[in-house]
């Protein structure tokens, strides 16, 4: 499984603002990329998250106390200055700029970032007025010149009322910021990515459709892999139980006839197509203008066949004059025989590699926060993924891609991964 940051080791300082729960969730992305997470935190900190949370989420105790001294053969500070890779201050409130750009120390962060010479990276959180007043734009520009990254707070409703420039960045977007200044350049930059995701729409009347069960979970896990990997991807979705990703483009569609005009549309320059959505294969032949009132104890609906969105990125991509470097992954939903349909559908659809799972086993299929799937090439097993989350799923997809795409074997067949 394919560790962005692993080896690295990121202080992570939390002050005292609501945008502190975020942190959480900071965390847990940061350990699943592989890092090694010491958190510190101020006591305003305390009043909005515990430190049990966070050193759950991390596996390491939490400083909350520069005297709170655990190991007598070490100066705890100074031992985690030394071992950072990388600072961060996520959220970092007016008070901590103050510190950072004065020299102040009188915490655990301040007085650890004081001692640290690793790169330090800040997210700011606070009211909008706060975050432009002269002295905490003279802190922030002071900062800046010394070599400071800032992850620009974001605009939208505050937990103050007002509505402005104040709100701590997405956690995606403090990750990706953490990435691109440990890790450099990703495998999948100047990468064009396109994913389907969720379920369409059939329309019988205004009031009434046909759909899938799908909650688009898997597509979005696999669109926020590319991103962190670097590639620029478009998310074609339809109905969906969450909200999309940040950092990626966001096309909204309804039915299968809009998906399929919408990702035909943008094939052209895309490198990789992630199949992922579920798609209705019929719909009503006529869609009612007024609601279908109940009158006779049978109603019978004329469907016809909806456009393959698979087949016809297929042909698409055979059917170029010109070379093309469109690598196809496609998935089966299936609840029997799933290697035969698997293996049926990648030769029939022209797919480079097919991602299919039982969705009747627990554990996977829709709806679900893990999945279970098994991924098949034209050499037939590639390999079976065990339970897993579907971030971690989606990361063990891009990595087989990657190697498929550049000519070798990801994995031996049938061999899994424990992650």
Same mark, same amino acid.
């Given at each position: 499984?394919?560790?962005?940051?692993?080896?690295?080791?990121?202080?992570?300082?939390?002050?005292?603002?609501?945008?502190?729960?975020?942190?959480?969730?900071?965390?847990?992305?940061?350990?699943?990329?592989?890092?090694?997470?010491?958190?510190?935190?101020?006591?305003?900190?305390?009043?909005?998250?515990?430190?049990?949370?966070?050193?759950?989420?991390?596996?390491?105790?939490?400083?909350?106390?520069?005297?709170?001294?655990?190991?007598?053969?070490?100066?705890?500070?100074?031992?985690?200055?030394?071992?950072?890779?990388?600072?961060?201050?996520?959220?970092?409130?007016?008070?901590?700029?103050?510190?950072?750009?004065?020299?102040?120390?009188?915490?655990?962060?301040?007085?650890?970032?004081?001692?640290?010479?690793?790169?330090?990276?800040?997210?700011?959180?606070?009211?909008?007025?706060?975050?432009?007043?002269?002295?905490?734009?003279?802190?922030?520009?002071?900062?800046?010149?010394?070599?400071?990254?800032?992850?620009?707070?974001?605009?939208?409703?505050?937990?103050?009322?007002?509505?402005?420039?104040?709100?701590?960045?997405?956690?995606?977007?403090?990750?990706?910021?953490?990435?691109?200044?440990?890790?450099?350049?990703?495998?999948?930059?100047?990468?064009?990515?396109?994913?389907?995701?969720?379920?369409?729409?059939?329309?019988?009347?205004?009031?009434?459709?046909?759909?899938?069960?799908?909650?688009?979970?898997?597509?979005?896990?696999?669109?926020?892999?590319?991103?962190?990997?670097?590639?620029?991807?478009?998310?074609?979705?339809?109905?969906?139980?969450?909200?999309?990703?940040?950092?990626?483009?966001?096309?909204?569609?309804?039915?299968?006839?809009?998906?399929?005009?919408?990702?035909?549309?943008?094939?052209? %320059?895309?490198?990789?197509?992630?199949?992922?959505?579920?798609?209705?294969?019929?719909?009503?032949?006529?869609?009612?203008?007024?609601?279908?009132?109940?009158?006779?104890?049978?109603?019978?609906?004329?469907?016809?066949?909806?456009?393959?969105?698979?087949?016809?990125?297929?042909?698409?991509?055979?059917?170029?004059?010109?070379?093309?470097?469109?690598?196809?992954?496609?998935?089966?939903?299936?609840?029997?025989?799933?290697?035969?349909?698997?293996?049926?559908?990648?030769?029939?659809?022209?797919?480079?590699?097919?991602?299919?799972?039982?969705?009747?086993?627990?554990?996977?299929?829709?709806?679900?926060?893990?999945?279970?799937?098994?991924?098949?090439?034209?050499?037939?097993?590639?390999?079976?993924?065990?339970?897993?989350?579907?971030?971690?799923?989606?990361?063990?997809?891009?990595?087989?891609?990657?190697?498929?795409?550049?000519?070798?074997?990801?994995?031996?067949? %049938?061999? %899994?991964?424990?992650?």
């Amino acid at each position: 499984m394919n560790k962005t940051l692993s080896g690295k080791t990121i202080l992570l300082g939390v002050t005292g603002g609501i945008a502190a729960y975020k942190s959480a969730t900071l965390c847990s992305r940061l350990v699943n990329l592989g890092a090694n997470v010491r958190v510190m935190m101020t006591k305003g900190a305390t009043q909005f998250i515990t430190p049990l949370t966070l050193q759950t989420l991390t596996r390491h105790p939490v400083a909350t106390d520069v005297f709170d001294e655990r190991d007598a053969s070490i100066v705890q500070h100074i031992d985690w200055a030394d071992s950072a890779d990388l600072a961060v201050i996520a959220p970092a409130t007016a008070n901590m700029l103050s510190k950072l750009a004065n020299g102040l120390a009188d915490d655990m962060i301040s007085t650890t970032l004081l001692a640290t010479t690793a790169p330090l990276l800040i997210a700011p959180a606070m009211n909008v007025h706060m975050w432009e007043h002269p002295a905490v734009i003279d802190n922030v520009n002071k900062l800046a010149s010394r070599g400071a990254t800032f992850v620009e707070p974001g605009t939208g409703q505050l937990a103050c009322g007002y509505v402005g420039k104040g709100r701590l960045a997405e956690p995606d977007e403090i990750v990706e910021a953490i990435v691109k200044m440990l890790v450099g350049p990703k495998p999948l930059t100047g990468q064009r990515v396109l994913v389907t995701a969720g379920g369409t729409v059939e329309r019988i009347d205004p009031v009434r459709y046909i759909t899938n069960d799908s909650s688009g979970k898997m597509g979005f896990a696999l669109a926020e892999a590319a991103r962190d990997r670097g590639a620029e991807v478009t998310l074609v979705c339809g109905k969906t139980e969450a909200a999309p990703p940040n950092g990626v483009q966001i096309v909204k569609i309804d039915s299968a006839k809009e998906m399929y005009d919408a990702v035909m549309a943008r094939l052209p %320059g895309t490198n990789i197509v992630f199949k992922a959505a579920a798609v209705a294969d019929y719909r009503p032949l006529h869609q009612e203008e007024h609601k279908i009132k109940k009158s006779a104890e049978a109603l019978t609906l004329e469907l016809v066949r909806n456009p393959d969105i698979l087949q016809g990125i297929g042909d698409w991509k055979t059917n170029q004059t010109i070379k093309n470097d469109l690598f196809l992954i496609g998935f089966a939903a299936e609840t029997t025989d799933v290697e035969k349909h698997a293996i049926d559908k990648l030769k029939r659809k022209k797919c480079d590699l097919i991602v299919a799972n039982d969705v009747t086993a627990s554990g996977a299929g829709f709806g679900t926060e893990t999945n279970i799937v098994s991924v098949y090439g034209p050499q037939g097993l590639i390999e079976h993924i065990p339970q897993m989350t579907k971030r971690d799923v989606a990361e063990r997809l891009l990595d087989i891609v990657q190697a498929n795409r550049n000519g070798l074997e990801a994995h031996s067949a %049938g061999k %899994g991964t424990n992650r």
